[in-house]
Each structure stands twice: as structure tokens, then as C-alpha cells.
């Protein structure tokens, strides 16, 4: 099995999720190479709608595999602008390309404040240890 990636560029959370900005006060969520693994063959994503808010830590969809379900969290408060609806047809893009074609929604954060919780890639991987 390859090396399991995470890129600097990106932010992430304790429950495995990772952030992209977008743009200002935009980020994209995805869940981390961690999660997809320990997941397994993910088979179906449930994905919030548009227009949805979410406080910080709130579950804001479901990823499913072979294994299980496992939530996934809205790492910021704020209002979802996206959501990434090729995984209706493609939900293993979760597992073969998890900071790609696997993202799963865009949030407008609503408390930048929130940001300052985020772990830069050394600090989450240190968390796995």
C-alpha cells in the first residue's frame, strides 16, 4: 500500500477532515488520506444541500463504506456554497483521489475565528501517532 499523503498546503481537523481556501473565507472539506483508508472502499456519500448552515463540529454528511458509516463534520460555522455531486456517481473519487476529485462540500465561514483551531499538516500527523 502506498504512503498515505498530506499536503502542507492544506489546513486540517481532529476528526480527519482537511480545508482548501478557495477563496476569502471559502474552504473546501474533504476527508484525509487517514480517514479514507481506515474506512475502506467508500461506496456512497451523503453530502449536505446548499444553503445549509452548520456550527463548527456539527455533522454535516455521512460517508459510507464496506465497513461502516462514519459522519463527517463541518470543520467551521458557516453556510454551505458547494457540494461536490460527482460522488453520486463516483464515490470511490473519496479513496483514489481524497484532496481531489474526493472533495465533498464548500463553506462560507461565518466566525474566522474558528481558523485558529485548524492543524497544519505536521501537527495532524502528529495526532495519529
Known amino acids: 500500500m502506498s504512503e498515505l499523503e498530506y499536503p502542507a498546503d492544506l489546513q486540517y481537523t481532529d476528526k ?3 480545508l482548501r481556501e478557495v477563496s476569502e473565507g471559502t474552504y473546501r472539506v474533504g476527508i484525509t488520506s487517514y480517514a479514507q483508508d481506515a474506512l475502506g472502499d467508500v461506496v456512497f ?6 444553503g445549509d448552515t452548520f456550527d463548527r463540529d456539527d455533522a454535516a454528511g455521512e460517508v459510507e463504506s464496506t465497513k461502516s458509516v462514519s459522519d463527517v463534520y463541518s470543520p467551521l460555522s458557516g453556510e454551505i456554497t458547494a457540494v461536490n455531486d460527482e460522488l453520486d456517481a463516483t464515490p470511490e473519487a473519496v479513496n483514489n483521489d481524497p484532496y481531489g476529485a474526493g472533495w465533498m ?3 462560507k465561514v461565518s466566525d474566522a475565528a474558528e481558523l485558529e483551531g485548524l492543524l497544519d499538516a505536521e501537527a495532524y500527523t502528529s495526532s495519529l501517532d
Do not use: Q
Not at 456519500?45 to 446548499?50: G, I, M
Open 45 to 50: 456519500v451523503t453530502l449536505p444541500a446548499v
Open 16 to 18: 480527519h477532515e482537511w
Open 105 to 107: 462540500f464548500e463553506i
